[in-house]
């Protein structure tokens, strides 16, 4: 039993050396600092996500990804996640994305960070009425008279 759990560890040492393996490795086990830097980042992206629909919403328009970090330093927010990537936006025609690389610091991975937020609509002037259209006028038009009696010459 002892060489078995020996050769256990020595494999784990092995393969923490190979970096591909020990991100993998990081990510499976739940350290105590890992949730606590997970909940940290989700509450900085609701905070970012927030910021974004207001001023999207007061502006009309969205900060551009390619500048999203500069443009949160500006606004006084935490650019960066706990494990030092910047936070990214991705703007699609009905929502936006404000999302965390994670502790493997790369995008589109199972352990990324995403708050997603529908579009926001900016209204300008009176609420619009969405009240639905009143029935068609009983009364015929000019054109309309003129047609049906158009079309009874012909049929005579």
Do not use: C, H
């Not at 393969?15 to 989700?42: G, N, T, V």
């Not at 328009?61 to 910047?86: H, I, K, M, R, V």
């Not at 259209?133 to 079309?151: Q, V």
């Amino acid at each position: 039993m002892k060489k078995f759990i020996l050769l256990l560890v020595a494999v784990a040492a092995v393969a923490f050396l190979e970096p591909r393996s020990r991100a993998r490795i990081m990510s499976a086990i739940p350290f105590p600092s890992q949730a606590s830097d997970q909940r940290s980042a989700a509450r900085d992206l609701e905070q970012i996500a927030a910021y974004v629909q207001a001023t999207a919403t007061q502006s009309g328009g969205y900060p551009l990804t390619e500048t999203f970090p500069n443009w949160l330093t500006q606004a006084e927010l935490s650019a960066e996640d706990p494990w030092g990537s910047a936070y990214y936006l991705e703007v699609f025609p009905d929502s936006f994305v404000v999302g965390s690389p994670g502790p493997d610091s790369r995008r589109r991975t199972p352990d990324d960070i995403r708050v997603a937020e529908g579009r926001a609509v900016r209204e300008v002037g009176l609420i619009p009425d969405y009240s639905p259209a009143p029935p068609p006028s009983s009364t015929k038009t000019r054109a309309m008279r003129a047609a049906e009696a158009a079309s009874k010459g012909k049929g005579e």
